[in-house]
């Protein structure tokens, strides 16, 4: 009896996964894929756990969630403002080198 | 169209593979549960990490701090543009949850030895806390002076190291703890590398080197 | 048994999307989700090896410790992957912009 | 035997904690790894074939460090190689600082460039002495990472998308190789390397294991049909890294896949297997010639005469079957040591000629003679050494090569070698041919005259890939000594 629940329990699982990773690969929206993303590595934990590996569960947990995702926030952010300002000139090389001034300025506006 | 069918004819050898040979080998739980005694903790998965493949641990914290190397050398450390003020909801949230994060990290690494937990898992909820702190505007990257960064960076490589060095010399061999030593070098070394790993990722989310970390004029 | 079958297709069903969407999509973030995706597949295969159902013996903690390993390089391969992402994308904006700056000198000389 | 890979280890820390003084730290580490690999090929010629178990814990459980002919020689060509590189990252760094424009950006290269560099010569030194398949994994990933910012360290455009593609298929390759160990594991339970070649019995889960690990090593070796990414990555690097990346890291990934084929699972390689390897070799060779032809720009023909003469070294694959255990050794690492010298002289030039004209279009090279004659001299040789004209190691290689596919007559192996070296020839000395062209008009702008650690570094390089080949029988012997060993280790043979 467990024994048939437990594999219900896998097969819902395992489609959960499957169809929550196609989601995040083929979604249009690049955000959206992200949110999802981070919910992947939370379901990820739930099936280590259910492996009977609780120290790996805790590490997606942990780094999957906690900061994969804000990574890729933060990336997104980034490269949405370098598109959408294409002010923000290169803060690296301008700043350093013989364009400091004009960097300085825009940074500025 | 044709690297569908490529995936795909991948996928369905690679699948009848995997259905045919039905993992039948135990794999090396026995080897591991028949030297457990030997390593000074308790749970197995600690006693591989750190004691029977210490030696890909160390090679690990150092690909963590290549990570750190590699975006420094990268970029700078975006400027955080709005400098509007925090609410002081959001302000309290992270002065109760920065320090109870601290403890769950101290508790994971402690509880390691014998139960699941460890290193990675008390750094990355370190980490967890520090990109807590860079979120709420507290810019800790541009205040803290980057040669204590680099210390804080290097710490967990650096005590890994050297008490894999220590062992070199005690006993002869890398990374083989004396006996009755084992538990303690490993909770030490786990403590250090915790406090790296967790400073390692939230400069990962920094992302980008400090303002004075390169130096001005020629290096000889 | 059936439960390692189960997972082990699942590992790697998910390595195939992850590649497939890494060759076709050209976004660099889709790149590095797929990618990521990838990784935890191997991961999913490698765990589901070693499961043994409670009480028929304890699990192999060898490929638990390899899959650690596997997460946290991961990460970090992920965190770099981003920002280089990022700088493609500053860099050749910046080029851009300079491109365009310099077009602009050259017609105001000409005019 | 350890300190090879622990030491760069501690440089590399110590480069990235002290931001002065990381030349010093540098210099002293590489040094220090060139004795410890004479001193650890001392011991072998006395001692034979050592091993090391770190931690004090036997294999199924513990990791294997161990010493053989082949990684030896490797990892000394490697110090060899990253000693000269290491002097003339130094030339290179302060030539560019000394230049009043965009101080900083060289600053910033200057500054990571060390830690960098040290961390992947360990990850490199691990990768050679390692017996674990899983930590191979990760000394890939140490590689991989540093490879690839440091590609990224130039800062262009170009040189970020191209090692942004790099680090992506870096990564691909590590995971498929990944993937590879994951199916060893599954069918035989272990992860070293000595015991895996007890189970390398024909079973399907040992064919699906091995093709894995061989594509995502081919992927990283950039072999022709995967080769896209190495010649925009190569040659929009530093000078420095282009001689990094494409005479060490390269050859890493190479190392690894040969000692897999031939060692490790010999026993399951097939003969169409081989062929078609041999056969992609043969494509590598002329289609990269062809390319490196057509090219205009000097750091791009030397990018593809990479990737044609690493289809050099998959030639010997089909011809292993004719020739002698260890011969098929002897062949590939003869032409991975000329190629890891040479390359390294011919990119140092051409970074030279870069940093002393402030381009590399090669139509405009005229008169360069004049003003850096070591360097092109060192050009030359090691054009010719990549061309395998007799004195140099390449020349052996190719004779057992076409020795041993004479003795099994195949004879459209031969064909493509020859093929081949003419059109290295050809490529070579298109570019030699512009270097005499004397220009009236003295129109160089740069006249900062070239630090000799930019020049010499180059013409040692050169001239150690010319004269490999009267060093010959010493190479030779120490890999006799290493497959006498392995054969007495196991009666069976090599195949």
């Known amino acids: 009896m467990t024994y048939s629940i437990l594999t219900l329990f896998d097969i819902i699982l395992v489609l959960t996964l499957l169809w929550l990773g196609w989601q995040l690969l083929s979604s249009e929206d690049i955000f959206k894929a992200v949110i999802l993303f981070i919910s992947f590595g939370l379901l990820m934990a739930l099936a280590w756990v259910r492996m009977r590996a609780p120290d790996v569960a805790l590490a997606e947990a942990a780094l999957g969630a906690g900061l994969t995702g804000p990574l890729f926030l933060s990336a997104l952010r980034r490269m949405n403002r370098t598109r959408k300002g294409e002010r923000r000139l290169d803060s690296d090389e301008n700043r350093e080198g013989d364009e400091g001034k004009s960097s300085e300025q825009s940074q500025a506006l | ?220 | ?111 | ?495």
Request: with cysteine; charged share 10%.
């Open chain 4, 1 to 495: 035997m350890i300190a090879s890979v622990i030491l760069p280890l501690i440089a590399g820390l110590l480069c990235f904690l002290f931001n002065r003084r990381t030349f010093i730290i540098a210099l002293a580490a590489t040094l220090a790894n060139f004795l410890i690999a004479s001193f650890l090929l001392y011991q072998f010629l006395i001692f034979g074939p050592m091993r090391c178990y770190i931690g004090g814990w036997q294999p199924p459980l513990g990791i294997t460090l161990r010493t053989d002919g082949p990684a030896l020689l490797m990892l000394l060509i490697t110090a060899v190689t990253g000693f000269a590189v290491t002097l003339y990252a130094r030339g290179y760094f302060s030539h560019r600082i000394s230049d009043p424009v965009r101080v900083g950006r060289h600053q910033r290269q200057q500054r990571y460039f060390w830690p960098l560099w040290m961390l992947l010569l360990a990850g490199l030194n691990g990768l050679f002495l390692s017996g674990d398949i899983f930590n191979l994994y990760v000394t890939l990933e140490i590689i991989g990472i540093s490879a690839a910012s440091l590609a990224a360290l130039s800062g262009k455009p170009a040189s970020q998308r191209a090692s942004f593609r790099y680090l992506l298929i870096s990564l691909l390759g590590s995971l498929t190789y990944l993937l590879g160990v994951v199916f060893l594991y599954r069918s035989c339970g272990v992860l070293d390397l000595d015991l895996l070649r007890n189970f390398a019995v024909n079973g399907s889960g040992m064919h699906a294991a091995l093709t894995l690990l061989t594509i995502g090593l081919l992927l990283k070796t950039a072999l022709v049909p995967l080769h896209f990414w190495l010649p925009p990555a190569h040659a929009n690097a530093l000078a420095p890294v282009s001689v990094i990346l494409s005479a060490l890291v390269v050859k890493g990934s190479f190392y690894l896949l040969f000692r897999f084929w031939f060692e490790t699972f010999a026993s399951i390689v097939t003969t169409q297997a081989l062929n078609f390897l041999g056969t992609l070799g043969a494509i590598a060779i002329l289609w990269g010639a062809i390319q490196a032809i057509r090219q205009q720009r000097l750091k791009l023909m030397v990018a593809y005469s990479t990737v044609s003469q690493l289809g050099y070294l998959f030639i010997a694959f089909p011809l292993s079957k004719a020739a002698e255990g260890a011969q098929v050794w002897a062949i590939v690492i003869f032409m991975a040591l000329t190629h890891a010298c040479a390359k390294s002289a011919m990119f140092m030039a051409a970074g030279n000629i870069y940093l002393h004209l402030g381009h590399d279009r090669i139509k405009d090279l005229s008169g360069v003679r004049a003003s850096l004659p070591i360097t092109v001299f060192a050009y030359g040789i090691a054009g010719v050494s990549l061309m395998g004209l007799p004195p140099s190691g390449a020349f052996i290689a190719k004779w057992m090569l076409l020795s041993s596919s004479f003795a099994s007559s195949q004879w459209w192996w031969p064909l493509v070698i020859v093929t081949g070296s003419l059109l290295a020839m050809v490529y070579v000395f298109r570019v030699m041919s512009r270097f005499f062209v004397i220009l009236e008009t003295d129109t160089l702008k740069n006249p900062v005259p070239l630090s000799p650690l930019l020049e010499w570094p180059a013409l040692i390089l050169a001239l150690i890939s010319l004269f490999l080949g009267l060093l010959a029988p010493w190479p030779l012997h120490i890999l006799s000594r290493g497959s006498m060993t392995l054969a007495q280790t196991f009666p069976g043979g090599l195949p």
């Open chain 2, 1 to 220: 169209m044709l690297f569908l069918f490529l995936v795909f004819c991948l996928t369905v050898a690679l699948g009848t593979i995997l259905c045919s040979s039905s993992g039948s080998i135990s794999g090396l739980a026995s080897a591991v549960a028949r030297l457990q005694e030997q390593s000074g903790v308790e749970s197995p998965v600690t006693a591989v990490l750190l004691n029977f493949r210490g030696y890909d641990t160390l090679l690990e914290v150092m690909v963590l701090l290549l990570a750190v190397i590699s975006v420094w050398s990268l970029t700078k450390a975006p400027v955080s543009r709005q400098k509007a003020e925090i609410s002081p909801v959001q302000m309290g949230v992270v002065r109760l949850l920065a320090p109870v994060m601290c403890l769950v990290a101290a508790y994971l690494v402690w509880q390691g030895s014998h139960l699941a937990g460890g290193a990675f898992q008390g750094g990355a909820i370190l980490g967890a806390a520090g990109v807590l702190l860079l979120v709420s505007e507290l810019d800790w990257i541009r205040t803290v002076p980057a040669f204590a960064i680099r210390i804080g960076l290097i710490l967990g490589p650096v005590v890994f190291t050297g008490t894999a060095l220590g062992c070199l010399f005690y006993s002869g061999e890398l990374l083989a703890y004396p006996e009755g030593m084992a538990g303690w070098l490993i909770l030490l070394i786990e403590t250090a590398c915790a406090l790296s790993i967790g400073l390692t990722l939230a400069l990962l989310f920094g992302g980008g080197r400090p303002e004075d970390d390169v130096p001005e004029g020629d290096i000889p």
């Open chain 3, 1 to 111: 048994m059936i439960t390692t079958l189960l997972y082990s297709l699942t590992g790697l069903i998910l390595f195939a999307m992850g590649l497939f969407t890494l060759i076709i999509h050209s976004h660099p973030l889709r790149k590095i989700l797929a990618v990521n995706v990838m990784a935890t597949g191997i991961f999913l295969i490698l765990v589901a090896t070693a499961y043994i159902p409670l009480g028929q013996g304890e699990v192999d903690p060898v490929p638990h410790a390899m899959v650690l390993t596997g997460i946290v390089v991961s990460v970090s391969v992920t965190a770099l992957a981003l920002i280089m992402a990022c700088r493609v994308q500053e860099t050749s904006n910046l080029a851009i912009l300079k491109g365009k700056k310099k077009v602009k000198n050259t017609q105001e000389t000409e005019t």
